[in-house]
């Protein structure tokens, strides 16, 4: 087996590991690190030989992008104090317990070296917890809570990182000019990001066809990234403030094609992207069994120690941060999403799955130093690192849905339902008064006018059903039924017009791109 065949093997498990997971209850990129581990143990299979710096430019981008792409700048601001607690305070303090760790059960490790490999294995991986999160069922606060910190702790962990590797490399290390690079850092990206999403948002209305604007969106994550390195700003930050921006000022609320389109495509990548990034996280075990050599003991209890200190240091933090996120927002009584009971807080904890940015990191980690020799402790700091990796990502992805369960989280229905029925109501709303206008302005039988006050005030009713006053509600339920009858009948009619259509497709003198023009214009009815 070659690398190309290898990379088709890896993107159709992607693909069939989704309704696997949904199947067993767990999340596909668990699925996927386990059949790569399972495919680096078979001899046929070959080495994979990906360069490191490569690792994080083609993959974080726009698993970064989808994901910020599903939240707004509203969200995090609600969020921002438990947010800036998990993704800044968290990854320093990890970093740091991790790094003092390091020094005291592995030697060969510098102190540069051990707050490198701090760093690398701070922050939990965002692709993970979003897909933990979305799986699970978990209250919605929560859900901010993670997406939040999944999207912001890569910042923090990669310029410490480069910090750290700097100072190992070098042997020198200043405080100010790593506090300078740190400010700089983020200054660049938010630049990078602002003027990149000003400049999409413009390119996407000069574009207009959505095939071309869906393609922009997808170049647009690597431009951000690529751009932000080069200026020596966070990439990571670039691509989430560019897909903030673009997400809080989207296409015009009439580009229905551009919009489901764009939801399905972006699905699609997401899919193939995690299912090769939890792949290679697995495939890459075989580099790590090789680095081991005839040293299992030692490292293994060396890498046991810090994956004691990776898990424990976690709840050991959020139990006093989920208190003092909470006695905040009771003192400021600001609209603020935290985890209000311990159950919530243990959930979260077991939630903090390292992935696919600390293998990149660790595996971009150089081989020498000034001077020429070897980097301290690479080895060992690859062993560890993975061990981090497949404990928390293996055994806490395992059990999660168990302990969700044991625990009896779940989402706010009431809540959302809630929520969902003032959203109908308001649309009807829209519906009416925009209706009311065309009235004055044309004149309309009165027929029309009636039956289109009855299709408003189905806007909403359909969203929500219980938004029907007392005494209508029973009508209009009959009314539905009644029309989902017909839909039925008519999906059958447009289905069997469809196939006529296709068939012809395959007729001697019939032009194939007539029959793709008519039956896309089908299969648009039929989407209504």
């Known amino acids: 087996m070659d690398q190309l065949a290898l990379l088709f093997v890896v993107l159709l498990a992607a693909v069939c590991m989704v309704p696997l997971g949904e199947r067993l209850g767990l999340p596909s990129p668990v699925l996927m690190t386990l059949f790569g581990g399972v495919l680096a143990l078979l001899p046929f299979v070959p080495d994979v030989e990906v360069p490191p710096d490569l690792i994080l430019p083609l993959v974080l981008p726009p698993l970064l992008y989808s994901a910020a792409q599903r939240t707004s700048w509203r969200q995090f601001a609600a969020n921002v104090r438990p947010i800036l607690l998990l993704a800044v305070a968290l990854v320093l303090v990890t970093t740091a317990a991790v790094a003092a760790t390091a020094q005291a059960v592995v030697p060969a490790l510098s102190l540069a070296a051990a707050v490198a490999l701090g760093a690398l294995v701070a922050p939990p991986d965002p692709v993970a917890a979003t897909a ?175 994956v004691a200190v990776v898990v424990g240091v976690r709840l050991l933090w959020l139990l006093p941060a989920a208190w003092l996120a909470r006695r905040l927002h009771r003192n400021k009584d600001v609209d603020e999403d935290v985890p209000m009971s311990p159950r919530e807080v243990v959930v979260m904890w077991w939630a903090g799955m390292r992935g696919v940015a600390s293998v990149a990191l660790v595996l971009a980690v150089p081989l020498t130093v000034d001077g020429g020799r070897p980097f301290p402790g690479r080895d060992q700091m690859l062993f560890v690192a993975f061990a981090v990796v497949l404990a928390t990502l293996v055994l806490q992805g395992l059990t999660l849905p168990w302990l969700v369960r044991r625990l009896g989280v779940t989402g706010d229905g009431a809540h959302e339902y809630r929520t969902e029925q003032q959203l109908a109501r308001r649309a009807y709303r829209a519906a009416r008064k925009r209706l009311k206008e065309i009235e004055d302005g044309e004149d309309l039988p009165e027929e029309v006018v009636e039956r289109l ?76």
Do not use: C
């Open 132 to 306: 933990v999160a979305g799986s699970l069922g978990l209250p919605r606060r929560m859900v901010s809570v993670l997406e939040g910190e999944g999207l912001f702790n890569d910042v923090t962990a990669i310029v410490v990182y480069h910090v750290a590797i700097a100072a190992a490399v070098t042997g020198t290390f200043s405080a100010p000019a790593a506090a300078g690079q740190l400010l700089l850092s983020a200054v660049v990206a938010v630049a990078v990001g602002l003027l990149l999403g000003l400049a999409t948002r413009t390119l996407m209305g000069l574009l207009g066809d959505p095939t071309l604007q869906i393609g922009l969106s997808l170049l647009v994550p690597f431009a951000a990234y690529a751009l932000a390195e080069e200026m020596h700003g966070s990439g990571v930050l670039a691509v989430l403030v560019t897909a903030l921006f673009l997400a809080e000022r989207a296409g015009t609320a009439d580009d229905v094609t551009a919009r489901l389109a764009g939801h399905a495509f972006w699905r699609v990548v997401e899919t193939l992207v995690t299912g090769v990034a939890f792949g290679l996280i697995g495939l890459e075990l075989h580099t790590v069994l090789a680095s081991a050599e005839n040293h299992w003991q030692q490292w293994l209890g060396q890498a046991a120690v810090v």
């Open 453 to 528: 006050r009855t299709r408003a005030y189905d806007i909403g009713a359909r969203i929500n059903p219980e938004m029907a006053d007392e005494d209508k509600r029973d009508a209009y339920r009959q009314r539905t039924r009644r029309l989902h009858e017909l839909r039925r009948i008519e999906a059958e009619m447009l289905a069997a017009a469809r196939h006529e259509v296709l068939a012809a497709r395959s007729e001697r003198g019939t032009d194939p791109e007539i029959v793709d023009r008519v039956l896309r214009q089908l299969d648009v009815r039929s989407l209504r």
